[in-house]
């Protein structure tokens, strides 16, 4: 069974930081491409970040920058340093793994920037 369980949420002022987490098991973690995705009350879905299995990174346009992905194959996780948060970034984030076009959601962390 794959779970993927996203942490770090919460309230930040805008201009402030937060890191989220994505603990993954039932799969074999280091081959999945891994990502975060965002969804804010009354829009679509939207990439945040990526990294592949080889640690290449691509981010957003709205994010390069101030977001910073990353992964710990030893520990099966994937991360997202969140810096200078706007208002507008009030959403909420979603961890996936991709393998050859299997794909696996987390079940999302509340990230409220608000003052």
């Known amino acids: 069974q794959v779970q993927l369980v996203e942490s770090g949420g919460g309230l930040v002022q805008p201009g402030g930081s937060l890191r989220l987490s994505c603990a993954a098991s039932?799969?074999?973690?280091?081959?999945?491409?891994m990502g975060w995705y965002r969804q804010a009350p009354g829009k679509q879905r939207e990439l945040v970040a990526t990294?592949?299995?080889?640690?290449?990174?691509n981010y957003a346009d709205s994010v390069q920058g101030r977001f910073t992905i990353s992964r710990d194959n030893a520990k099966d996780s994937v991360y997202l340093q969140m810096n200078s948060l706007k208002f507008e970034e009030t959403a909420v984030y979603y961890c996936?793994?991709?393998?050859?076009?299997?794909?696996?959601w987390g079940q999302g962390t509340q990230v409220t920037v608000s003052p």
């Open positions: 039932g799969i074999i973690f280091g081959i999945y491409t």
């Open positions: 990294i592949t299995s080889g640690g290449r990174t």
């Open positions: 996936k793994a991709d393998y050859r076009g299997n794909g696996y």
